[in-house]
């Protein structure tokens, strides 16, 4: 037979979203975090040159990760690797793509190259997670094609408070327009300002057409299983596994380094188990008993806009 | 009848509509309980196919089970630690329909895998992710033994069947490799029947 054979359709997009439902994403800046994570049990790593907590401290210019740790990273596990770009930055999005990462994150947490326009999606062969905060911003990424979304949180500070935030506003967002009279849904898509078709799906459906994970402030086990009770799919870990207990050894001592990351692998451990098992409380107690270190957490509600991640991108 | 569907990670709720649609009861398994299975002593126990103490057992036992895509060394690592092995064992022993697509396959399987250890239930050697990376990830259409149209068979960072062992059923290739196997009670698919809307496989497997 004739095989007609597709590659990059929004299908097998979402398809690969799919198959991380329920896994947790780790970011991870090298091939020892990588193995760490993937050994906790990881479904995916995200590879990015900073954790960031310490973009945040550092300032600066915050680009896509060098191409020689990228390339480590995809060497030593066999999870899906994802990495990100700028917002709007179609040529690293292309870079990475050449590379053969798995996923490529269009995100906040870096410097933004755009401040008008998001990546135009459409034209890859590899899918596109992006940031939102609420349904109007999810569904105009979808609109550019997204085949995933999470939400935004604020990235860097171990603090849930702006994770659960914006996933109340997405979920209640689609509760409100799945209820709806089907006639409200032009002035709906008006207000949002977002695609009429996407509100006329997520108000056929009551969902997004594509998994919608959290991200952006999960520190421990009960974090993690919070947003999972909240709505979501999965969650992103960024800086809460690999900004644990770094105040408690110095990683330029090998043997110091070996217990640090011993105690990561733990947490990480514990995060995989509350997710998986969120609606079970004998296990997210479990997963909590054995979290070991957690970061230091950022008081948000002291920060000032202009050092909010969240508030990059539309 | 009643299938279990791990859902420790990956496909699982997809494959849930997909048994319902063929009016299929489902049941979303985690830990060895919930398909109502007291965790056996051991291995050899399970390989017997004692299923459940009877004093333990609250929940229906599933007639089939479905291992779906995802990812394999998590599977491997939360599924034992769980005692899923040991059931998976149990229901192999016992005649009851075992499924495995994609990362399920592997885990079913047989073969040298990195930070996976298969379970060995079904003599056939995997590779994992051995089509490439995501962007590798394709559609097709294959001839599937005894259905009568092509199947749109949706591969996504999909393993190949290296080895196959004696009297392994073949029931689609794609290129010359195997894509879809059945050994008695135990049917593996290395692409994702749960993708599209053609119920097909999940009858085949499910309701013979």
Known sequence: MDNQTTIGTIDLKVGLADMLRGGVIMDVTNADQAKIAEDAGAAAVM?????????????????????????????????????????????????????????????????????????????????????????????????????????????????????????????????????????????????????????????????????????????????????VQLGAESVFVGSGIFKAGTDMFDVNIEKERKELYKVQGKLAAAIVRAVTHADSPDEVLAAQRDQGAVMHGLDVRSMPDEERLATRGW | MLVGILAIQGDYATHSKALSDIGVEVVEIRRAEDAGFANPSSAKDARKGNLVDPDIALKKIPDGMIIPGGESSTFDLLGRRYGLDKLFYAFAASGKTLFGTCAGAIWLGKGEH???????????????????????????????????????????????????????????????????VRWKNIWLTTFHPERTNDRRIHQLVFSG
Do not use: W
Request: hydrophobic residues 40%; glycine residues 8%.
């Open chain 2, 114 to 180: 990195h930070k996976v250890k298969s379970l060995g239930l079904i003599d056939v050697d995997l590779e994992r992710n051995a089509y490439g990376r995501q962007v590798d990830s394709f559609n097709t259409q294959i001839d599937i033994k005894g259905f009568d149209s092509p199947f749109d068979a949706v591969f996504i960072r999909a393993p190949k069947i290296t080895r196959l062992g004696k009297d392994i059923e073949v029931l689609a290739e794609y290129k010359g490799d195997p894509v879809f």
């Open chain 1, 47 to 227: 590879a990015l040159e900073r954790v960031p907590a310490d973009i945040r401290k550092e300032g600066g210019v915050a680009r896509m990760s060098r191409i020689n740790v990228l390339e480590e990273i995809m060497k030593v596990v066999q999870i899906p690797v994802m990495a990100k770009a700028r917002i709007g930055h179609f040529v690293e999005a292309q870079i990475l793509e050449q590379l053969g990462v798995d996923y490529i994150d269009e995100s906040e947490v870096l410097t933004p190259a755009d401040e008008e326009n998001h990546i135009d999606k459409h034209l890859f062969k590899v899918p596109f997670v992006c940031g939102c905060r609420n349904l109007g911003e999810a569904l105009r990424r979808i609109g550019e094609g997204a085949a995933m979304m999470r939400t935004k949180g604020e990235a860097g500070t171990g603090n849930v408070v702006e994770a659960v935030r914006h996933m109340r506003q997405v979920m209640g967002d689609m509760r409100r327009i799945h209820h709806m009279d089907s006639s409200e849904l032009m002035a709906e898509s008006k207000n949002l300002q977002a695609p009429y078709t996407l509100v006329r799906y997520v108000h056929e459906n009551g969902k997004l057409p594509v998994p919608n994970f959290a991200a952006g402030g999960v520190a421990t086990p009960a974090d993690a299983a919070m947003m």
